[in-house]
T-cell receptor, first 111, second 112 residues
Framework: GQQLNQSPQSMFIQEGEDVSMNCTSSSIFNTWLWYKQDPGEGPVLLIALYKAGELTSNGRLTAQFGITRKDSFLNISASIPSDVGIYFC???????????FGQGTRLTINP | DAGITQSPRYKITETGRQVTLMCHQT?????MFWYRQDLGHGLRLIYYSAAADITDKGEVPDGYVVSRSKTENFPLTLESATRSQTSVYFCAIKTSGTDTQYFGPGTRLTVL
């Protein structure tokens, strides 16, 4: 089946640093979604990408839909303590209803 | 607020017992999904439903049963719970014609 490889699995950074994470796959996806999950909560949608090459921002977050349609990137600028959590990428194949999720990137911020 | 509630939020049960987890949406989104989240496996789809009375298997359906007699409710039943079903269960909804799914707060289930 389709798999998403998300990296890194975990990150330990200082407050104020920028963060980059990515997802890659051997399959082509038509939609990429990025979610954040806080402890004890459900994933919350951050950014949705629908077109190859698309670059979309949401505040300090920027995500890109890779030109090959097999990867996506999420950047967080000037990290703050509330950015702590687990970030998931998810991909959707055209015509399918089932999302494929990456394994998540756990972000820890040292104040 | 996507209008999704899950109940109970926490449940402890014993091996062999039947357990039902409820998902309720206050809107009328067509699609509803059940996922389980385990360390090392991320989110895995158990079952999903495209509309009332239409359900389909996901990646890990064994040991689970679903029904959807009403659009707003999508219960997940473990007919005979096993320890391997200890997990956090998330319900999600999606509107037909869109790709984005919105998640509920989750139910943490422990099977002893």
């Amino acid at each position: 089946g389709q798999q998403l490889n998300q990296s890194p699995q975990s990150m330990f950074i200082q407050e104020g640093e920028d963060v980059s994470m990515n997802c890659t796959s051997s399959s082509i996806f038509n939609t990429w979604l990025w979610y954040k999950q806080d402890p004890g909560e459900g994933p919350v949608l951050l950014i949705a990408l629908y077109k190859a090459g698309e670059l979309t921002s949401n505040g300090r977050l920027t995500a890109q839909f890779g030109i090959t349609r097999k990867d996506s990137f999420l950047n967080i600028s000037a990290s703050i303590p509330s950015d702590v959590g687990i970030y998931f990428c998810a991909g959707l194949v055209q015509g399918a209803q089932k999302l494929v999720f990456g394994q998540g990137t756990r972000l820890t911020i040292n104040p | 607020d996507a209008g999704i509630t899950q109940s109970p939020r926490y449940k402890i049960t014993e091996t062999g017992r039947q357990v039902t987890l409820m998902c309720h949406q206050t809107w009328s989104h067509s699609y509803m999904f059940w996922y389980r989240q385990d360390l090392g496996h991320g989110l895995r789809l158990i079952y999903y439903s495209a509309a009332a009375d239409i359900t389909d298997k996901g990646e890990v359906p064994d040991g689970y049963v679903v029904s959807r007699s009403k659009t707003e409710n999508f219960p997940l039943t473990l007919e005979s719970a096993t320890r391997s079903q200890t997990s956090v269960y998330f319900c999600a909804i999606k509107t037909s014609g869109t790709d984005t799914q919105y998640f509920g707060p989750g139910t943490r289930l422990t099977v002893l």
